[in-house]
């Protein structure tokens, strides 16, 4: 066929690189650049990979060529190697293993000369903070290169920061007091961790913080702490009481009109009242430990920001509930281990547009008509004898518990082929404790998207719609697994292996499927790389 004349085929290398640049998996990078002849012809003139999903793993060198030993497609070699010369954002680690996922590597900082200018991130291990000489040293490197903006691993102060870190994680060995001047004002994310036991006096954070994440903080957040920037707001693993001062009351603001009662907060309404003043936080990250025993306590959502986004609150306790009203600001909820009920957080009078809802319970909610989620994902056990589908929900995850297929029936569809009035688009199964017998679990035509979860896929496979077009599997080890002729609709597989490695497969068309694996956050050791074969059997 002449394509010639097509409008699309001819666009321009520009257009063709901006349009890559939105993909985020190179699988799919790759599939763009067989879309026609001159595409892939004329693929050097635009294709560069996603460099984001690539790690160098240079181990004690800078040379990055001995990646190329990896990559396993001839033909796209150059692409590859223009793409890992281009990345600019590398990570250093420096001392024994220290990271999942780095793309240079040495054993000792006094064996560089300087830092090359693509690293932006310097890991450190906490064995070699403990070699205080080479620390200094190290910290001369740093403060001499300016590409360096993320320093990971950072056990002191005393010989000072560049004025272009962005972002700082402490050691947990770190345990310096802080005085005003002692961060550097570029300063946008801090992390402590967990051992650090000192209290910041207000005025010491730079003004300029946008992320901060406490760990196991034990003091009183006074007016002043917290800079007014922030955006993103971490705070992990306290404990209560701290002073009894702190442990205060507040009162139940009930929207069914019902007397007002005063309930023990789980968090100090003095950090609550600091968290509600900060009007430019998006983000609040909120986790208490499990504790036997206890009072009652609650959540009061009266104190959070008004332009509040994200909110992800996991409550480890005997008993904890969530009283008031969520804002309608909220774009993102994740919800875990506490109690509450929808029309009291959600109140009719309000309307809510959620990008996510996550929480646990035993039974799936109804969605009130006032509330529209787009994916939903489900914690718990559930113990319902028929679990149905939440109206409007574009995707849902089930994250529970074995489920019982013979016991329970899971009715999430039409039995027509052809219906496509539901709104689920994208599912996750749960796992099933036996194969599901005919007709108990019931999945709507309209799905486009299906993860089999820890199901056994040859288990499953009767369920799939004809109509599937992604299927994702993450049970595959030592599985021979056979698609049935009747699904003829799929054009991608995902395989997931443990946590860092997937292997995509697309359908080119009838007779040619491409292969793509990626293996991510493993250092560069080919122990932590899975070694199990999969065979995967597609009957025309």
Not at 236 to 257: A, K, R
Not at 289 to 306: A, D, M, Q, S
Not at 453 to 459: A, K, L, R, S, T
Request: glycine share 4%; proline share 6%.
């Amino acid at each position: 066929m002449n394509n010639q004349p097509n409008i699309i085929v001819n666009l321009s290398h520009l257009i063709l690189n901006k349009i890559i640049s939105h993909l985020d998996d190179n699988v799919d990078i790759i599939c763009f650049s067989l879309v026609c002849k001159r595409w892939y012809d004329e693929r050097d003139k635009y294709l560069i990979f996603n460099i984001d999903r690539i790690d160098l793993f240079a181990l004690n060198t800078f040379d990055i060529k001995q990646n190329n030993e990896h990559f396993k497609l001839p033909s796209y070699h150059n692409n590859f190697l223009k793409s890992i010369q281009s990345k600019t954002n590398c990570k250093l680690a420096i001392g024994d293993f220290v990271s999942d996922s780095y793309d240079y590597h040495c054993d000792d900082a006094t064996s560089l000369n300087s830092i090359p200018s693509n690293v932006s991130t310097i890991y450190i291990s906490s064995r070699y903070s403990y070699h205080h000489d080479n620390l200094e040293y190290l910290h001369k490197l740093i403060s001499e290169s300016h590409s360096v903006t993320t320093f990971d691993g950072c056990s002191t102060l005393k010989y000072g920061l560049s004025n272009s870190m962005k972002t700082l994680r402490f050691d947990h060995t770190f345990d310096e007091p802080l005085v005003k001047g002692s961060l550097p004002a570029s300063l946008e994310e801090l992390d402590f961790e967990e051992d650090f036991n000192l209290e910041i006096p207000p005025g010491v954070l730079p003004d300029g913080l946008r992320k901060l994440t406490l760990n196991n903080y034990q003091f009183e957040l006074q007016p002043g702490v917290l800079p007014s920037s922030l955006t993103y707001l971490n705070l992990t693993s306290f404990n209560d009481p701290f002073n009894e001062d702190l442990q205060s009351y507040c009162s139940n603001e009930s929207t069914t009109g019902e007397n007002s009662l005063l309930e023990k907060s789980c968090v100090p309404i003095s950090w609550l009242q600091e968290i509600q003043s900060l009007r430019n936080l998006k983000t609040l990250y909120i986790y208490l430990p499990h504790r036997v025993g206890g009072e009652v306590t609650i959540f009061n959502l009266k104190y959070l920001p008004p332009n509040l986004e994200t909110l992800d609150i996991t409550l480890l306790r005997q008993e904890c509930f969530l009283r008031g009203t969520m804002p309608t600001s909220l774009k993102r909820i994740y919800i875990q281990d506490c109690h509450f009920k929808f029309n009291e957080i959600f109140p009719e009078t309000l309307k809510y547009h959620l990008d996510v809802l996550e929480y646990e319970n035993n039974i799936t909610l109804p969605i009130p008509s006032n509330i529209k989620i787009d994916t939903l994902a489900i914690r718990g056990t559930l113990k319902e004898s028929t679990i149905s589908l939440p109206s409007g929900v574009r995707s849902i995850s089930f994250l529970t518990a074995p489920f019982d297929p013979i016991t329970n029936l899971f009715d999430f569809g039409e039995k027509s082929a052809t219906d496509q009035s539901c709104s689920l688009r994208d599912l996750r199964l749960p796992t099933f404790r036996t194969k599901p017998p005919p007709n108990t679990v019931i999945l709507p035509s309209s799905i486009e998207s299906l993860d089999l979860g820890w199901n056994n896929p040859n288990e499953t496979f009767h369920l799939i719609p004809p109509t599937l077009k992604t299927l994702v599997l993450e049970k595959t080890s030592k599985i021979n697994i056979t698609i049935p002729d009747t699904i003829k609709s799929i054009t991608n597989i995902t395989l997931k292996f443990e946590l860092f490695y997937t292997q995509s497969i697309r359908k080119l068309d009838e007779n040619y499927y491409l292969i793509f694996g990626e293996c991510s956050g493993v250092s560069g050791r080919e122990d932590r790389c899975p070694k199990e074969t999969v065979n995967i059997y597609l009957i025309n």
